[in-house]
């Protein structure tokens, strides 16, 4: 998973040795052999501005359009215009707000702390690559092809255990929809004005599922399922199912909660996901 998390997409263009730790693995490809990697992001010029600063800017940011074009410097129309290209490019993807209106009728008037709130879509890479490229690589550039790799192993330590819970969530919505044997006919995150879900899923027959991705090095606990109900109340979602994808496991008091409404799944079982 964690290899994947850096390599997923073109993981056919290169000979990675498995048996090797991650950080050597890094090394050996992003340190020594920058320039061989470079060639792989194609069009060239998207590592030119102002196509470098808006891919870095998607990489590093949490996806909404205004926090991208903020962080990239760039206007909204020529924002925009970029983002359409890079669709065209099988780069990148949009994902709608499934948020409902603030406003249920015309003229209903807001509190004031919601009258800037924008409900906006997402722009999410296509491939692991070129997420952590443009995340970890390219904000390096000019020191890798020096050969220092200092501040990009700093950053690398610091950030990288967050590339692994995007893929994780990921992979835990493959699996979500593989368990309901594929059978969901909507599947993805779900943000609104109050909180942020990792999953929220509806099945063809109306079953609501709500869930919640967590790669940690410590087990889950019920606190994590209090928290997600308390979260759901306050955002207004009708929930059928939770389901909650620990990297660890969950605590015993979890499993043992006997909870009708309740899914558990654990490393192992993504292992499904390559039958």
Not at 3 to 22: C, T
Not at 39 to 59: C, N
Not at 210 to 227: A, D, H, Q, W
Request: hydrophobic share 35%; charged share 30%; net charge negative.
């Amino acid at each position: 998973m964690e290899l994947f998390a850096v390599f997923g997409g073109v993981e056919a263009s290169l000979e990675l040795d498995f048996f090797d730790d991650i950080e050597t693995i890094i090394r050996f490809n992003f340190v020594e052999k920058y320039r061989v990697l470079n060639q792989l992001i194609s069009p060239s010029y998207l590592i030119e501005e102002p196509y470098r600063f808006l891919l870095v800017a998607i990489a590093r940011g949490d996806g909404r359009l205004s926090n991208v074009f903020r962080k990239a410097r760039v206007g909204e129309t020529l924002g925009l215009r970029l983002l359409d290209e890079l669709v065209e490019l099988d780069m990148v993807e949009f994902e709608d707000s499934r948020e409902p209106a603030l406003k249920k009728y015309p003229n209903q008037k807001l509190e004031k702390s919601l009258r800037s709130y924008k409900i906006e879509p997402k722009v999410r890479f296509k491939q692991p690559f070129h997420r952590f490229w443009f995340g970890f690589v390219e904000p390096y550039h000019k020191e890798l092809i020096r050969g220092d790799s200092k501040h990009f192993f700093e950053n690398f330590e610091q950030h990288f255990s967050r590339l692994h819970s995007l893929v994780f969530e990921q992979l835990s919505h493959e699996l979500l929809n593989h368990y309901y044997n594929n059978e969901l006919t909507i599947n993805g995150n779900y943000w609104d004005v109050h909180s942020e879900f990792d999953i929220w899923a509806e099945h063809k027959n109306g079953l609501h599922i709500l869930g919640e991705c967590k790669y940690t090095n410590r087990r889950v606990c019920k606190s994590e399922l209090s928290k997600l109900k308390q979260k759901a109340q306050t955002s207004g979602l009708k929930v059928d199912v939770y389901a909650l994808f620990s990297k660890n496991g969950f605590s015993n008091e979890l499993k043992n909660s006997h909870e009708k409404n309740l899914l558990l799944f654990e490393l192992e079982d993504f292992r499904g996901l390559l039958e």
